[in-house]
């Protein structure tokens, strides 16, 4: 079992920055896979960035150039830095750990950027 604990989130105006935070109950080394994935309002969740255990990167091209996974693993955590922010990044963003078969999620944090 991996919990995930998400923060960060809030209200940020356009070509702002925040740096989202994804707290793991386990080691990252042991994760396959950590992602961030976004749902903004009326829409499906979509893949926002990954990171693969052995420190591989990548990213939709809508946020490339923009956004960072990056992880701290003497604290399990993993951040997404968020970026030249537009009101398009609106949404709720979620932390989600691959280990084996199995697949867990956070609860959300809520990016606002206003148009």
């Known amino acids: 079992q991996v919990q995930l604990v998400e923060s960060g989130g809030g209200l940020v105006q356009a070509r702002g920055s925040l740096r989202l935070s994804c707290a793991a109950s386990?080691?990252?080394?042991?994760?396959?896979?950590i992602r961030w994935y976004r749902q903004p309002p009326g829409n499906e969740r979509e893949l926002v960035a990954a990171r693969t255990s052995m420190g591989s990167k990548a990213y939709a091209d809508s946020v490339k150039g923009r956004f960072t996974i990056s992880s701290d693993n003497a604290k399990n955590t993993v951040y997404l830095q968020m970026n030249s922010l537009n009101p398009e990044d609106s949404a709720v963003y979620y932390c989600?750990?691959?280990?084996?078969?199995?697949?867990?999620w956070g609860q959300g944090t809520q990016v606002t950027v206003p148009s």
């Open positions: 989600n750990a691959i280990k084996g078969s199995n697949s867990y």
């Open positions: 386990t080691s990252i080394f042991d994760i396959d896979f």
